[in-house]
T-cell receptor
Framework: AQSVTQLDSHVSVSEGTPVLLRCNYS??????LFWYVQHPNKGLQLLLK??????LVKGINGFEAEFKKSETSFHLTKPSAHMSDAAEYFC????????????FGQGTELSVKP | EAQVTQNPRYLITVTGKKLTVTCSQN?????MSWYRQDPGLGLRQIYY???????DKGDVPEGYKVSRKEKRNFPLILESPSPNQTSLYFC?????????????FGPGTRLTVT
């Protein structure tokens, strides 16, 4: 069965320092992978998606993620955190042949200190 | 503006009183889905619909009903709400790209059942 594990429930960084949010997935096939962000009291916004075209995926707001099949990982990074990046981040897998089903990780709350 | 709308955004009700949460999208998407979000659990799929008159259970369908009579609307019905259905609910829609379903989320409905 497919699953997603976000390795940290909470990450705290200082403004201007790098961000790393870790995600491992389990899938029998090469899945589609996404990162979504949820700002407080807001809906979910797509940050980026991996669909096998390139292993390094660039998203909005300076975020990027690298698909590593050998490690079954899809970690999210950003070189320099901004205060506005404080939010909850979800790693999501969409298994092939399951009609659009999304499987969410538990979420990682990112705090950014001034 | 392309969007998914949900109503109401906030609802407090009592056990057993039937309620409906509406969801509408203006993107002509075939696929629509309902999720509930609970702390530490991420989002879990309740029901989904591949197209008009085609609905199916997700991971946590107990206590919920849906219908898809029109392409744009996908209401979520709680026939007899219970306190364990207190949650944050999201509707999402998508159209299938060549590889994956990129889903667009509504703003959420916060439901409290007392």
């Amino acid at each position: 069965a497919q699953s997603v594990t976000q390795l940290d429930s909470h990450v705290s960084v200082s403004e201007g320092t790098p961000v790393l949010l870790r995600c491992n997935y389990s899938s029998s096939y090469s899945p589609s992978l996404f990162w979504y962000v949820q700002h407080p009291n807001k809906g979910l916004q797509l940050l980026l998606k991996y669909t096998s075209a390139a292993t390094l995926v660039k998203g909005i707001n300076g975020f990027e993620a690298e698909f590593k099949k050998s490690e079954t990982s899809f970690h999210l990074t950003k070189p320099s955190a901004h205060m506005s990046d404080a939010a909850e981040y979800f790693c999501v897998v969409s298994p092939l042949n399951q009609g659009g089903k999304l499987i969410f990780g538990q979420g990682t709350e990112l705090s950014v200190k001034p | 503006e392309a969007q998914v709308t949900q109503n109401p955004r906030y609802l407090i009700t009592v056990t057993g009183k039937k309620l409906t949460v509406t969801c509408s999208q203006n993107m002509n998407h075939e696929y629509m889905s309902w999720y509930r979000q609970d702390p530490g659990l991420g989002l879990r799929q309740i029901y989904y619909s591949m197209n008009v008159e085609a609905t199916d259970k997700g991971d946590v369908p107990e206590g919920y009903k849906v219908s898809r009579k029109e392409k744009r609307n996908f209401p979520l019905i709680l026939e007899s709400p219970s306190p364990n259905q207190t949650s944050l609910y999201f509707c999402a829609s998508s159209t299938r790209t060549s590889w994956s379903y990129e889903q667009y989320f509504g703003p959420g409905t916060r439901l409290t059942v007392t």
